[in-house]
């Protein structure tokens, strides 16, 4: 599993924010790998995020999508309701 502090919370901040963060964790953390997650809406997000850091960002570095993982999870909605809200985890590594 991933260390904590290489993961990269996807969620309303500018998209680019997120991609500096991966970039930062391989550049200057040194970092194997990295798990971009995000919920929801913004699962999209975080595919873009994993996508424009390894294509162009990380391109020269061997930096690919090493795995993805899909779930869901059940949580209470402010009215009360149970919903499930799909996640995604994509680990990025380096080669």
Do not use: C, H, W
Request: proline share 1%.
């Amino acid at each position: 599993m991933a260390n904590e502090e290489n993961v990269v919370f996807v969620g309303g901040k500018p998209f680019m924010n997120y991609v500096t963060a991966v970039v930062m964790q391989f550049t200057t953390k040194g970092v194997k790998e990295v798990t971009i997650k995000a919920r929801g809406k913004f699962i999209a997000r975080a595919v873009d995020v994993a996508e424009v850091t390894t294509k162009r960002f990380l391109k020269d570095q061997g930096v690919s999508v090493k795995d993805i993982k899909i779930d869901s999870e059940e949580f209470e909605n402010k009215e009360g309701n149970k919903v499930n809200v799909s996640t995604i985890e994509i680990v990025l590594a380096k080669k």
